[in-house]
T-cell receptor
Framework: DVKVTQSSRYLVKRTGEKVFLECVQD?????MFWYRQDPGLGLRLIYF???????EKGDIPEGYSVSREKKERFSLILESASTNQTSMYLC????????????FGPGTRLTVL | QKEVEQDPGPLSVPEGAIVSLNCTYS??????FMWYRQYSRKGPELLMY????GNKEDGRFTAQVDKSSKYISLFIRDSQPSDSATYLC????????????FGTGTQLKVEL
């Protein structure tokens, strides 16, 4: 069965802290994605990766960076957290190039105080 | 104007009703269409995945794509309270292996 896991369900951080969000998939998928989801704005793509050590900017990469050292793991880093980064963060993975849809993790609700 | 438009609802129906959820889009390059179900405080779950125009059925769910009208639909037959969730449409020119464009979601409540 398809599985994407995220390191934390809920996280509270202070402004200026460095924040790491981890995502692991067990489906041997090439592609991995990080989104944030906000009311009224839907899902917005932050970064994605189609291979180990490769990354591409999404629609809203500012204030974020990513790391993919292993195929199954994709990390999102908030270099200096700010209150406007309070959001639900969702990781997803998919096959490449056939696609077949993206499979999402349970999400991390991040609050920055 | 957004590339994908979806009525946010909320949509409230009685148990057993047929539900119709819809999205319109503007990018004629979209070829792959998906519907996701998202329960409160959970990640989206892939429900239906279709390519190009036509219908696809899976149990109580039917996905319909009309590329000439740039309009997609998800029908839920015999709706149940467990169907209460937010439904997101998503689409891509190249399949799920690349960027998806999402609608903002329609909140559905099925009442006893």
């Amino acid at each position: 069965d398809v599985k994407v896991t995220q390191s934390s369900r809920y996280l509270v951080k202070r402004t200026g802290e460095k924040v790491f969000l981890e995502c692991v998939q067990d489906m041997d998928h090439e592609n991995m994605f990080w989104y944030r989801q906000d009311p009224g704005l839907g899902l917005r793509l932050i970064y994605f990766s189609y291979d180990v050590k490769m990354k591409e900017k999404g629609d809203i990469p500012e204030g974020y960076s990513v790391s993919r050292e292993k195929k199954e793991r994709f990390s999102l880093i908030l270099e200096s957290a700010s209150t406007n980064q309070t959001s639900m963060y969702l990781c997803a993975s998919s096959l490449y190039p056939a696609g077949g849809g993206q499979f999402f993790g349970p999400g991390t609700r991040l609050t920055v105080l | 104007q957004k590339e994908v438009e979806q009525d946010p609802g909320p949509l409230s129906v009685p148990e057993g009703a047929i539900v119709s959820l819809n999205c319109t889009y503007s990018n004629s390059a979209f070829q792959y269409f998906m519907w996701y179900r998202q329960y409160s405080r959970k990640g989206p779950e892939l429900l239906m995945y279709t390519y190009s125009s036509g219908n696809k059925e899976d149990g109580r769910f039917t996905a319909q794509v009309d590329k000439s009208s740039k309009y997609i639909s998800l029908f839920i037959r015999d709706s149940q309270p467990s169907d209460s969730a937010t439904y997101l449409c998503a689409m891509s020119p190249t399949g799920g292996g690349n960027k998806l464009t999402f609608g903002t979601g329609t909140q559905l409540k099925v009442e006893l």
